[in-house]
């Protein structure tokens, strides 16, 4: 097949660009990883479903694509810039344990979340602390070229040295104010310029009782935390890779100085294309756990939604547009998920094994919307219109929609061996064993209630309690 032209945003040069992997046929990308400190909300599952979707759209275009995602196990303090304290640390002390556990059991579910999302594992996925090595080499390189200075506390990097710092921000001028006029607390006073930023913190001051600490030519202490990202990253990609992702939150401080750090290691430009996803928003608005909206996985599933609806929901914005996330629209997104289930297996039935042959007209549509900067919503638009479509075999539907699943992820593939389509019957009937069993629980009568959880698993119907209720889904 001839390569479609991919069109991708590169905040870099804030234009949407023609993609020319470096190598042919092959695409390297690095994509910033969570803080393995608490589970991952549902925005952080965003960022990673346009990965997904990327690394799926060109392995489908036949691509062979070299992934890595990082787990930031050390250094991310509880401001992006240098201030305050390790999340990983902190975290430890919530839950009264070491950041070496913390960081094992968020990683854990971490894992967990992608294979519920269906989110392909990526080939190197790797913890900062198993590169300390690699970060304390790449912060020599940055000394040899110049780009450094040390003081009492730190190693920094020394942003007036890169002439271009600031231009994935945006290209404004740097600001030329002192440190010393902030009055911030924990800021070194030695530190030169606001924007100069840690490679190397000593375990000194706030720091003297940093349980992860590692010794380096500048004493004990532990890495900055964009330094990560430039080793792992030139690692595994080697000094000039295709495309970096994150969200929007780190244009300006992480992936600036990633940027910087990459140029003081190797005097160019590492990345060809800075990708950033914008922000899921839920109401309306920031998510925040003050105002009590910040969701993860498992507040979506115990509401009755299985982890591909919310995929589902995803898909429904282009990623450069901020997503509302409210509960009335997953509705909508589990309905339309359901009713795409339903087609595919009506499909099949009426195939009855026949070989279907993919549309070539629908699938080069499919392929230029997702080709144009990952356009879901008109992909799933095209892939709706196909399975309407009554002048194709209900064959070459199927097969035309089974392949675009390989991008879209929805596993419709399993749905055809595992989903039972309810008749309107069986579905009341279902409602009503779980209202006399709310009933039953109600009045404390909790064998007649565990009799009736038993009679509802041998319909194949799982319930769960949630404090917004009884819900309940098939097995
Ligand atoms: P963190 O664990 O904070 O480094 O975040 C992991 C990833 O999720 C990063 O790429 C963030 O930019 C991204 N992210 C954080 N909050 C949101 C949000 N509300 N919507 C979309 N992406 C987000
Ligand atoms: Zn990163």
Redesign the pocket.
């Known amino acids: 097949m001839d390569q479609p032209t991919i069109y991708l945003y590169n905040t870099l040069n804030r234009r949407r660009e023609v993609f020319k992997p470096i190598k042919p046929g092959e695409v390297s990308m690095y ?6 400190y608490f589970n ?9 479903l346009v990965v997904d979707v990327l690394r799926r759209m060109f392995e489908y275009l036949g691509y062979s694509v070299e992934q890595v995602m990082n787990f ?1 196990d050390v250094g ?1 303090l509880t401001s992006d810039a240098d201030e305050g304290e390790d999340k990983m640390e902190k975290a430890a002390r919530r839950d009264s344990k070491d950041p070496w556990e913390i960081a094992q059991f968020y990683i854990n579910a971490v894992r967990s979340d992608f294979k519920d999302m269906n989110y392909l594992t990526p080939k190197h996925w790797v913890r900062a602390t198993d590169h300390i090595k690699e970060m304390i080499g790449l912060i020599q390189k940055m000394e040899q070229n110049g780009f450094t200075y040390k003081t009492d506390c730190a190693v920094y990097f020394d942003v007036t040295k890169y002439p271009s710092y600031t231009q994935l921000q945006g290209g404004q001028e740097l600001e030329d104010k002192k440190v010393g006029v902030r009055d911030e607390v924990n800021v070194d006073p030695q530190k030169k310029h606001p924007a100069d930023f840690a490679l190397w913190m000593k375990c000194v001051g706030q720091h003297e009782c940093h349980i992860m600490r590692w010794d380096s030519p500048w004493g004990a202490g532990f890495p900055g935390w964009h330094i990560e990202c430039s080793a792992m990253g030139t690692k595994y990609l080697g000094d000039h890779f295709d495309i970096h ?6 244009i300006s401080v ?1 992936h600036t100085n990633e940027r910087a750090q990459n140029y003081g290691a190797f005097k160019k430009e590492v990345v060809n294309v800075w990708l ?6 839920v109401d309306g608005g ?2 925040g756990k003050s105002r009590g909206n910040m969701y993860e996985l498992q507040d979506v599933k115990e509401k009755g939604f299985e982890p591909l609806d919310l995929r589902y929901f995803f898909l429904g914005a282009q990623y450069r547009t901020r ?1 509302n996330f409210t509960w009335e629209v997953m509705k909508a997104a589990q309905i339309a998920r359901k009713n795409l289930s339903k087609a595919v297996i009506e499909l099949n039935a009426q195939a009855s094994d026949q070989e279907g042959i993919i549309s070539e007209r629908y699938r080069s549509q499919f392929i230029e919307a997702v080709a144009d900067d990952l356009n879901t919503p008109k992909a799933l638009s095209v892939m709706w219109a196909l399975v309407k479509d009554e002048t194709l075999s209900s064959a070459d539907r199927l097969a035309t929609v089974l392949d675009f699943d390989r991008v879209l992820g929805l596993d419709l593939k399993a749905r055809l061996k595992n989903i039972r389509i309810l008749t309107q019957d069986e579905e009341q009937k279902i409602e009503r064993l779980v209202e006399a069993r709310d009933a039953a629980r109600g009045s404390k009568d909790w064998t007649r209630a565990d009799d009736i959880r038993g009679e509802l698993a041998n319909m194949g119907v799982e319930i769960e309690d949630t404090p917004d209720g009884t819900v309940w889904r098939l097995t």
């Open positions: 994509n910033c990883g969570p803080t393995v991952m909300h549902i925005g952080n599952l965003r960022a990673y930031t991310h992702t994150g969200g929007e939150d780190h992480h950033h996803n914008l922000f899921l928003m920031k998510m997503q």
